[in-house]
């Protein structure tokens, strides 16, 4: 199976963007629903959106509009591209790998395999 490595995290302005990557080392990235959360101090962990393994995407309410998920299944990375970031938007961001389908948006525990985390920090 995949092993998956976050990266991107930085402090940024509120309205500023921020692009986070996941790199997928390993075998198999392609077959993999893959799906970003956060998790800020104090907080369950969220969803934010899934990716098909054809590339479709599907946001939770909070990010629709403002957050874009996206994949290159030959370079075995996925990315989310934040815009507009709010204060709100500080956590470790997280992305984790599971099985399809893809058709929904699921809890973490159906995503077997996690990267280690990588932190945004948005300020006012």
């Known amino acids: 199976h995949v092993q998956l490595a976050e990266s991107g995290g930085d402090s940024v302005q509120a309205g500023g963007s921020l692009r986070l990557s996941c790199a997928a080392s390993?075998?198999?990235?392609?077959?993999?629903?893959m799906a970003w959360f956060r998790q800020a101090p104090g907080q369950e962990r969220e969803a934010l959106g899934i990716?098909?393994?054809?590339?479709?995407?599907i946001y939770a309410d909070s990010v629709k509009g403002r957050f874009t998920i996206s994949r290159s299944n030959a370079d075995k990375v996925m990315w989310l591209q934040m815009n507009n970031l709010k204060p709100d938007d500080s956590a470790m961001y997280y992305c984790?790998?599971?099985?399809?389908?893809?058709?929904?948006?699921?809890?973490?525990?159906?995503?077997?395999?996690w990267g280690q985390g990588t932190q945004v920090t948005v300020s006012s």
């Open positions: 984790a790998a599971g099985y399809p389908p893809c058709t929904a948006i699921r809890g973490q525990e159906m995503y077997p395999i």
């Open positions: 390993g075998a198999g990235f392609y077959t993999y629903c």
């Open positions: 990716i098909s393994t054809a590339g479709k995407a």
